[in-house]
């Protein structure tokens, strides 16, 4: 039978009380008493339980994390990223995927985080004003990765800026007529890449003196068979596109396996870029925008651990840089093949 901390108590001579604020190290414990307490707890193979420890202090030591959707590439990349910081930091994680607009709801109206997490983090969610107001109903410290909220911990990218440095380099190719494969900027869930790269696509046409043409403009709904429906559309119009930037790596695959379908070539006929650098991009020879999405949830997950701790953390936005990689999907001097 394990021993108790009652076993402690008895060993060293002290109150239950006295051996629970050793054990924590709190400060209002005599050095000696301490010392004692610690001996008796070597000496009997002693190990606090985490569960009784956490109910003594207050604190639940889980970091609430709100997704819009966990079957797909960048959230399992942000779960990986907090998940590696936060057990560093001995907290839990606890999971809340919202998956549909029913589910958002429920969410914001029930609030199942209450009591039962010390922080929440919220992934690349655009809020209302209701919502935020429900998430500052938790009295905890709040996250957003993905999006800048004034007075909220923010990690992210530039995802405009990253859009523009794709269509640029088409540009500088001398490609013109560029087709934009990407995300449902009138989705319900309020996901944000679609929204920010959508604009960072127009910005850079813009610039370039070329007029955006809707028939060049698809939705692949971030997956490879949208992303191939959407090129298929596209090849089906006239004029016919000299390049593409898909909003991310997956659509960008569907839309090259399109091309090839009806005996185009890429680059040659239609240059191909994306956006991540996804594990499979260089595989496939395909040009992107690096983000590193880990690097992005740890560094958020860093923030909000020191807030924990009752450091201080200036509540701003904090971008992580990307870039630009050439491979020969745009550029055949590049291609590994």
């Not at 709801?105 to 199942?112: D, I």
């Not at 569907?254 to 260089?282: N, Y």
Request: a negative charge.
């Amino acid at each position: 039978m394990s021993p108790s901390i009652e076993d402690v108590a008895r060993r060293a001579g002290v109150s239950i009380a006295t051996v629970s604020r050793s054990l924590r190290g709190l400060p209002d414990v005599a050095e000696s008493t301490r010392d004692r307490v610690l001996t008796a707890a070597r000496e009997l193979d002693y190990v606090a339980s985490p569960f009784a420890a956490r109910l003594a202090s207050g604190r639940t030591s889980t970091v609430g994390v709100v997704v819009p959707f966990v079957d797909r590439w960048f959230f399992a990349q942000v779960l990986g990223g907090l998940e590696r910081e936060l057990q560093a930091g001995g907290f839990d994680l606890l999971l809340y995927n919202l998956g549909d607009t029913p589910g958002r709801e429920r969410f914001f109206t029930v609030m199942p985080a209450r009591k039962r997490v010390d922080a929440l983090l919220v992934a690349s969610l655009v809020l209302t004003d209701m919502e935020l107001e429900a998430l500052k109903t938790l009295n905890c410290p709040i996250a957003m990765l993905g999006v800048e909220v004034e007075g909220v911990l923010c990690t992210g990218i530039d995802d405009r800026a990253g859009a523009r440095v794709a269509v640029e380099h088409l540009i500088s190719l001398g490609r013109r007529s560029i087709a934009l494969i990407g995300g449902d900027t009138e989705d319900p869930m309020r996901f944000t890449p679609p929204l920010y790269r959508r604009d960072g696509y127009l910005q850079a046409l813009s610039a370039a003196g070329i007029e955006y043409d809707p028939r060049m403009d698809e939705l692949g709904y971030f997956t490879v068979a949208g992303g191939e429906q959407a090129m298929s559309t596209i090849l089906q119009r006239e004029p016919r596109p000299d390049a593409v930037f898909a909003e991310s790596d997956e659509m960008a695959y569907g839309a090259m396996r399109a091309i090839r379908r009806a005996g185009l070539r890429v680059p040659e006929d239609i240059a191909v870029i994306g956006f991540d650098d996804h594990e499979s991009a260089e595989l496939l020879d395909l040009s992107t925008i690096r983000q590193d999405v880990s690097a992005q949830a740890g560094v958020l997950a860093k923030r909000l651990l020191n807030v924990l701790a009752g450091e201080t953390e200036t509540a701003t936005a904090e971008l992580l840089p990307t870039e630009l990689v050439v491979r020969g999907s745009t550029d055949p001097s590049r291609s590994s093949y």
